[in-house]
């Protein structure tokens, strides 16, 4: 099992592989750039091969970056969608220069001009920004809680995305527990999940569906909130929880924690309680 927590990569690569091993994961998240958007770091050739040796040695396993939230493909000011295009090109081709598996993209907010013209603009800025051809980067799209004016608050969304960008092997699917059951969702459930499989296989299909942010919730079944919880003291609780971990499926897709903490450091407790959960691990 892949299952890690949301670290930093601002001290370097082979820093984050230590820290995430330190911490009894063996995958991590990091933001791709300055989390409110700004200036990227650049990543020597040096850092890349430290880093291949860190992770190889640590038996590091798929990473999942993620992309700023201050980035809206959906926007309508044209500033906007520079801006954005300018990000996914850059930040996917530094990614991609580490070999980084997977980054994660809110697909954006259309600002009340509605889901049709807000995918329309996603779907835009992808085309122009994202390699066709399949690379060792998979650009995901994140299935988000459908608060205010999200964008891809449905499986339906995110394969409309997929198929206007013409579904090149470049672009995929990030699920979040929290945001998932903010849908309705119900993980705590058989047939919650059940239902869950059905959607995601009637619409984007398994296989674009490459990782997932492991969070509880702080707010009710369907409540369309982004509130993430630490793991088995939200709604979710053990039973939501223990329910990805044990599922045949969801359990192969790297589990990374985007729960509330106050320094890294208490991962280490989330995610010994995560594997505490399950028998004989
Ligand atoms: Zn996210």
Redesign the pocket.
Known sequence: MWLGAHLTISSGLPEAAETASGLGANTFAYFTRNPRGGSARLIPPEEVSAWQEARTRLGIGPTVG?MPYTVNLAGNKTSVQDFARMVVADDFRRVESFSGEYM?L?PGSHLGDGAEAGIERVVAILKDALPRSSASTTLLL?TMAGSGSEVGASFAELAQIIDQTGAPPTLGVCL?SCHLFSQGYDFTTESGIERLLKDIDQSVGRDRVRAM?LNDSKFPLGSHKDRHQNLGQGTLGKAGILNILRHPWLSTLPLVL?TPVTDIQEYAAEIALAKSWLPSA
Request: charged share 45%.
């Open positions: 993620h994660c809110h994140e979040d942010h985007e």
